[in-house]
């Protein structure tokens, strides 16, 4: 009996290879919306369903990790990296424009209050009219 590792090749390394190929094409998505962290999470799912069918398919009383199982979870662990970078980045995004927000409302609000007080509203960071 002999195996024929071009099946191995061909069902699950070049998959997973071309998974990894599209997280990483995904960071060229906009990060103005949600897509680009659903679609990392749909890749990262993909590549779960495989190794769900890896597990399958390899024997199960092997002394070691095959190495094909290894290759599956270190791609899994870069594309998880990838993920929590995305979503790290999206939270600092977010925390940037709020804080944004709430300096464009507080110059809008000084000069609000020294153009009421009949002043000419040249005015400084620190609040002076």
């Known amino acids: 009996m002999r195996r024929r ?8 390394l ?3 290879m071309f998974f990894f190929c ?13 897509e ?28 070691r990790i095959p190495l094909i199982a290894v290759y599956c979870i270190g791609m899994f662990g870069l594309m998880m990296l990838s993920l929590l970078e995305t979503i790290l980045v ?3 995004m977010e925390k940037d424009s709020a ?3 709430n300096e464009a409302d ?5 000069s609000e209050d020294c153009n009421k007080q009949g002043k000419v509203s040249f005015h400084n960071h620190d609040g002076v009219c």
């Not at 599209?22 to 949600?34: E, K, P, Y």
């Not at 749909?42 to 597990?55: E, F, K, P, R």
């Open 99 to 101: 804080s944004q927000d």
């Open 90 to 92: 999206m939270h600092l």
């Open 36 to 63: 680009k962290l659903g679609f990392k999470v749909t890749v990262l799912l993909a590549v779960t369903v495989m190794q769900l069918i890896l597990n399958d398919i390899l024997p199960s009383s092997s002394d």
């Open 14 to 16: 070049v998959p997973i």
């Open 22 to 34: 599209l997280d990483l094409a995904s960071f060229l998505i906009s990060d103005s919306g949600g």
């Open 5 to 12: 590792s071009i099946l191995y090749i061909a069902n699950f």
């Open 106 to 110: 507080k110059d809008q609000s000084l």
